[in-house]
């Protein structure tokens, strides 16, 4: 019996039957205050999306420090406000980036110059998108959408000029809304965009928009993820919305958000 299952077990070697490994993509939001800041962290690669602001550089490096995260294969910059690209500078000295993507536009501002020259003195492979891209890294594929509108330095219009992106992993979608606000949110829930997912990181940390219903019904999430503080806290409206359509909303106020998708369904962890 024994020489019976060692030939079996061979057998299943041999054929590639042997148990797959559990694979997955955790997805964390940091609770860094009213900045944003989140992990995809999945096959072997992590991609952050946005790296809050100045002070919070050295808490996400203890918090990746934390994740065994020895380098980051993407950051994803969605706009220039300093709730966004603030800790970039720190988080750039202290791990290896592999590539940087944001918004084609330029803004004057010394965080703009402070994220430039960071990028410059690593020499730091960057791609300035100024047309919608899709790309795959490992079994996740990527869609970013890139704003219908035009930068305004008068108004610093940077929350309408948000990159959106989308990620389907398995039978998974997650959609990362930014900050995106004025004319680019309403071109979002009005212009044939595919907003369906399982997660949606609410825009603009939970600040109400007439628009938000038009939006939660295109992408009917199970979570929505709010990045809002004790000292911003994400508009009532915004939550009674949520509520309303029966979705579970995580917020960084409570602490740090830790989802798991295998594939087939987002679970919280």
Known sequence: MKIFL????????????????????????FSIGKADCSLLSFDGINVLIDTGEEDDGNDILRELDKLQVKKL????????????????KDLSANIPIEKVVLPDYVR??????????????????????????????????FTVWVSTQTYDPEKAN??????????????TRLVFMADAEGGWFKDLCYKGYELGCDVIKMPCHGKWNKNIPAMLAL????????TDSEKN?????????LTAMDITTLR??????????????????
């Open 73 to 88: 294969d993407l950051v994803i910059l969605t706009h220039f406000d300093r709730d966004h690209i603030g800790g970039f």
């Open 6 to 29: 060692s030939i079996l077990l061979c057998l299943a070697m041999l054929t590639g039957c042997t148990p797959a490994p559990d694979v997955g993509m955790d997805i964390y939001t």
């Open 158 to 171: 940077d929350n309408a000029m948000s990159l959106v992106t989308a990620v389907t992993y398995g039978q």
């Open 233 to 241: 806290p994400a508009a009532l409206k915004t939550l009674d919305a």
């Open 219 to 226: 992408s009917l999430p199970q979570f929505a993820i709010v």
């Open 108 to 141: 004057e501002s010394d965080f703009y110059e402070i994220m430039e020259s960071s990028i410059q003195d690593r020499d730091i492979p960057v791609e300035r998108l100024s047309a919608d891209a899709a790309f795959d890294l490992g079994r996740a594929s």
């Open 252 to 269: 960084t106020i409570d602490g740090d958000v830790h989802l798991f998708t295998d594939g087939q369904k987002v679970t919280v962890r």
